[in-house]
């Protein structure tokens, strides 16, 4: 059975485009044009993935969004011609999955909505095999992947242990400072961003062909361990 896919966007040109081509991927599709259907649709028959426009009339999406969160943690993507940060911002914390930026290529849309299908739908020996190399030890703040110890800081291995718990969401610096540093007043954002740079390159070591922390550009970053069989 084909996944459904739900897209609620104002615009008939961009939701028609993005029917064509998430047909050709194989997705069932279904359009609304307005935020309170949106949201009953959300309610009432849940799809496999939303592709959820901010701007919509009667209610805009991160209404939707928050609402839908209530009842239902099907994946959403959220679109947005706002690229200011605490847009992001505000759709992370209203449980979005990821997120996509007008104008767009109807390609990368259908590979992002590939991606958050294949982490949220993955079953429980999947899910156990994509994660199966990296181990984090917190009794003794040891990480090691591939049976190989990565040799962290406490605070690198706290960085890690914030991502990776959360595998695919998107974690903005701020929201990482108050996770992973709670008890380090002296940490900055920028501290955050040579963390991660340090944890990459540690991780690179074992893992050189794959990208364990990806970065979400005027967000934050997101822990992506790799597929089964990768």
């Not at 380090?184 to 740079?197: F, L, M, P, Y």
Request: with cysteine; charged share 30%.
């Amino acid at each position: 059975m084909s996944l459904r896919i739900l897209i609620v966007e104002d615009e008939p040109d961009i939701a028609s485009v993005l029917q064509d081509y998430l047909r050709v991927a194989g997705y069932e599709t279904e359009h609304v044009s307005d935020g309170p259907t949106g949201l009953d649709r959300l309610l009432k028959d849940p799809p496999d993935l939303t592709l959820l426009d901010i701007m919509l009339p009667g209610m805009d999406g991160l209404a939707v969004l928050r609402e839908a969160r209530a009842h239902t943690h099907r994946p959403v993507i959220l679109i947005t011609a706002r690229i200011e940060e605490v847009d992001r911002l505000l759709g992370l914390d209203a449980g979005a999955d990821d997120y996509i930026c007008k104008p767009f290529s109807p390609r990368e849309v259908v590979a992002r909505v590939r991606a958050v299908l294949r982490r949220t739908q993955a079953g429980p020996d999947e899910a156990a095999a994509a994660g199966r190399a990296l181990v984090l030890d917190e009794a003794r703040w040891q990480a090691t992947l591939d049976g190989a110890a990565l040799s962290l800081t406490r605070r690198e291995f706290h960085l890690l242990q914030v991502l990776a718990r959360s595998p695919g969401r998107i974690f903005s610096r701020a929201q990482l400072l108050d996770l992973a540093y709670d008890d380090d007043a002296d940490v900055t954002e920028r501290a955050v961003d040579s963390h991660v740079k340090n944890l990459r390159r540690k991780l690179a070591v074992a893992a050189p062909a794959h990208e364990w922390i990806r970065s979400v550009y005027g967000v934050g970053f997101a822990f992506e361990p790799p597929s089964a069989g990768a």
